[in-house]
C-alpha cells in the first residue's frame, strides 16, 4: 500500500481492523522506516521491538477472536522521552536518568495502551524539556526532516520531527512554554496544548522520577501534556482517550470535553492577532497567516479583528515569572541561594529573561500569589473575549525554523525581520499568551514560507472547549491539504 506510513493514525485504526494490514505488518513499515530514515534526523531514540512485536501479535489474534481493545487497537505509536512507560528508559535528555527504567506506565502511557496502542519508540528532547530545540548529552541532536541544518523544535521536538518523517503515526508531547506548538509550527504538523489540567500529569519528568511514588503527583503550573499528529482528526481522537480527571479524583468526578461551538467553516466567528509592536512576528510567518485569513473570509468565515483586551507586554512579564517559578522549584540550594544573592541588584527595568529566571525562582509565596490574582483577571479578560468570539488566530511561533544553535541560552539572538532579538522573549512570547490563562490551543500547517520551512497557525480556544480549536483545524486542513511530506522523505 502506497505510502502507507504518511496515513492519519484513524485511517490506519480503521485499516487494521478492517484486517486490510495487520497490525504487525505496520510496526513493520514503521521498524523498517525507522531503520532506514531515523539515522538522518535522530528523532527516535529509543525502542522496545521486542515487547512491541508481541503486543502487535496479541493484536492481531484478539481481532481473529472478534475482540477490540479500543480507538486505538493495535496502532504503533512513539512518546516523548519525558514520559514514562515500562520497557524503555525515561532519561528527559538527562545523563542522570540515563539508567532510568520505569516500574509503570505514565497516567497518559497507560490511558493508551488501554485504548490498544503498541507504545514502540521514545523520541528526542531537550534537557528536562527545557529549551526550543532538541539536543541532549544522552542521545544527541535531532534534526528537521525539512532542512536537517534547523531545529525541530522543543521540547517535543523529536516528536514532531518523527511524525513529519513518517517514523510515527501519533505522539505525545508537554507544553509549558510552546512545547508542542512550536514543534508543529516548525516540522509542518498538527499539536493540540490541552486546558490546563485535563490531562493527568504523573509520570512525566520533571518533576524527577521517584518523588511521588503513588497516585498522587504534582503538575507543576502551566505545563499540559497533549497529542501531536498528522492530522486533526487524529487529535480529537487521543484527546477523547487521555482527557480524564487524575486518579484521586476519578472516584467522583468525571470529565467529558463539550463538542465544538460550531461545525461548518461559515459558522466560525473569528478574531486575529496576527502581530503585535511589542512582540513582532517575521514577515515569512505573518504573510503566510494573513493569506490564511483572506482564505477563511472567502470561505464565508466571520473575520474580525477583536482581540482579548490584554496588554501583551503586561500578559508576558506575569507569565514569565509564573513560569520560571515551576521548573526551579527543586533546584539545588547553592544555586538558588545565588540566584537569591542577585536579586537585590536587578533593575526593575531589567525584563530580560535571565532577570526574570531569577525572579521566578526566588519568588516569595505572597508575590506568587499577587501574580495569580492578576492571572485570574486575564483569564476572565479571555472569557469576556469568548463570549462574543469562537476562536482567536494568532502566530505559534513568529520565526520559521531556525539553525541548531548549542551556544549559552541567555546570550543567543533570533533574527526577527532582520533585527536581532532575545532568543527566549521571541519563542516564549506567543506560546504563553495561552499558557498563562491555562487555555487550549491547537496549531495547524497553513503551507510553507518563502524559505521552503512549514508555518503553522495557532487556533486558540475558550478554557475546556479543546474540541472548538481541533475542529476549525479540521476545516483549514481540508482548504489547505493539511500535512505535507518534507522533500526526500516521501
Known amino acids: 500500500m502506497t505510502n502507507l506510513h504518511y496515513l492519519p493514525a484513524t485511517q490506519q485504526i480503521t485499516l487494521i481492523k478492517s484486517r486490510k494490514i495487520s497490525s504487525a505488518e505496520l510496526l513493520e513499515v514503521y521498524i523498517e522506516r525507522f531503520n532506514r530514515v531515523n539515522p538522518s534526523i535522530n528523532a527516535i531514540i529509543a525502542i522496545d521491538l521486542e515487547n512491541a512485536r508481541a503486543s502487535a501479535q496479541k493484536a492481531d489474534e484478539a481481532l481473529a477472536r472478534g475482540e477490540?481493545?479500543?480507538p486505538l487497537h493495535g496502532?504503533?505509536?512513539?512518546?516523548?522521552?519525558?514520559?514514562?512507560?515500562?520497557?524503555?528508559?525515561?532519561?528527559?535528555?538527562?545523563?542522570?536518568?540515563?539508567q532510568h527504567m520505569p516500574a509503570r506506565d505514565a497516567d497518559v502511557a497507560a490511558s493508551l495502551?488501554?485504548?490498544?496502542?503498541?507504545?514502540?519508540?521514545?523520541t528526542n528532547v531537550p534537557l528536562f524539556a527545557q529549551d526550543f530545540q532538541s539536543f541532549n548529552d544522552v542521545y544527541g541532536q535531532t534534526n528537521n526532516?525539512?532542512?536537517?541544518?534547523?531545529?525541530?523544535?522543543?521540547s517535543s521536538g523529536g516528536a514532531a520531527a518523527a511524525l513529519a518523517a513518517g517514523l510515527t503515526p501519533l505522539e505525545i508531547g508537554s507544553d509549558i512554554g510552546g512545547s508542542i506548538r512550536t514543534p508543529a509550527h516548525f516540522c509542518g504538523v498538527f499539536g493540540h496544548k490541552s486546558s490546563y489540567d485535563v490531562v493527568p500529569f504523573r509520570g512525566h519528568i520533571p518533576p524527577f522520577p521517584g518523588l511521588f511514588p503513588g497516585e498522587y503527583a504534582i503538575g507543576g503550573d502551566i505545563a499540559v501534556i497533549g497529542p501531536l499528529a498528522r492530522s486533526a482528526n487524529d487529535l480529537e481522537l487521543v484527546m477523547d482517550i487521555i482527557a480524564r480527571p487524575k486518579k484521586p479524583m476519578q472516584t467522583a468526578w468525571k470529565l467529558e470535553l463539550p463538542p465544538p461551538r460550531k461545525k461548518t467553516i461559515i459558522e466560525f466567528k473569528v478574531g486575529v492577532w496576527l502581530d503585535d509592536p511589542d512582540f513582532p512576528v517575521d514577515g515569512l510567518v505573518s504573510d503566510c497567516l494573513s493569506d490564511l485569513v483572506d482564505t477563511l473570509a472567502k470561505q464565508g468565515t466571520q473575520i474580525t479583528n477583536k482581540r482579548p483586551d490584554i496588554n501583551f507586554k503586561d500578559c508576558h512579564d506575569i507569565y514569565a515569572r509564573l513560569l520560571t517559578a515551576?521548573?526551579?522549584?527543586?533546584?539545588?540550594?547553592?544555586?538558588?541561594d545565588q540566584m537569591l544573592s542577585e536579586l537585590p541588584n536587578l533593575s526593575e527595568d531589567d525584563k530580560n529573561f535571565r532577570a526574570q529566571l531569577i525572579r521566578g525562582t526566588t519568588l516569595r509565596h505572597r508575590d506568587w500569589v499577587v501574580l495569580d490574582y492578576l492571572r485570574l483577571l486575564m483569564r476572565q479578560k479571555w472569557a469576556d473575549f469568548f463570549t462574543d468570539v469562537d476562536i482567536l488566530l494568532c502566530p505559534a511561533v513568529p520565526v520559521t525554523a531556525f539553525a541548531h544553535d548549542h551556544g549559552d541560552f541567555f546570550n543567543r539572538t533570533l533574527k526577527v525581520n532582520n533585527m536581532e532579538r532575545s532568543y527566549a522573549d521571541t519563542m516564549l512570547a506567543w506560546a504563553g499568551l495561552t499558557c498563562v490563562s491555562y487555555l487550549p490551543a491547537t496549531v495547524a500547517p497553513i503551507g510553507t514560507a518563502k524559505d521552503g520551512l512549514p508555518v503553522g497557525v495557532q487556533i486558540v480556544g475558550p478554557y475546556l472547549e479543546d474540541k472548538t480549536p481541533i475542529r476549525l483545524a479540521s476545516l483549514i486542513e481540508e482548504m489547505t491539504g493539511g500535512f505535507r511530506p518534507p522533500p526526500g522523505f516521501e
Request: proline content about 12%.
Open 68 to 70: 477490540d481493545w479500543g
Open 75 to 98: 496502532l504503533p505509536m512513539t512518546i516523548k522521552d519525558t514520559i514514562e512507560v515500562t520497557g524503555m528508559p525515561c532519561t528527559s535528555g538527562s545523563p542522570k536518568l540515563k
Open 113 to 122: 495502551r488501554g485504548a490498544g496502542a503498541i507504545i514502540f519508540g521514545k
Open 145 to 154: 526532516p525539512w532542512d536537517v541544518t534547523r531545529v525541530p523544535g522543543g
Open 326 to 336: 515551576v521548573p526551579n522549584a527543586a533546584l539545588p540550594r547553592a544555586v538558588f
